[in-house]
């Protein structure tokens, strides 16, 4: 993806921050503040429920076997 140069001005409490908690999580300033407006519009949400749908699709069988309760023969509901 092509990145563009985007120059904001904020107070320097509000930059303190940012360099702070982009540190704390092990990131530039730039990817921080990246993350956070992805996060704001919803993209790494989308990202996330994308990805785990491709997850569950490649090992559904995996999953279908391991959880799959004993099925019954008897189709009658159950009754009191």
């Known amino acids: 993806m092509a990145k563009t ?5 904020v107070d320097e409490g509000t930059a303190r921050a940012a360099r702070e ?3 704390a999580r092990g990131m530039s300033v ?6 956070l407006v992805r996060q704001d519009t ?3 949400g989308r990202t996330f429920v994308e ?4 997850f569950m699709k490649r090992y559904e ?3 279908a076997e391991e959880c799959a309760e ?4 008897d189709h009658r509901e159950d009754r009191a």
């Open 21 to 23: 908690r982009a540190l």
């Open 51 to 54: 990805a785990a749908a491709d």
């Open 30 to 35: 730039n990817r921080y503040i990246e993350e």
């Open 42 to 44: 919803g993209e790494a």
């Open 70 to 73: 004993p099925r019954r023969t």
């Open 5 to 9: 140069q985007l120059n904001v001005r």
């Open 61 to 63: 069988s995996a999953f």
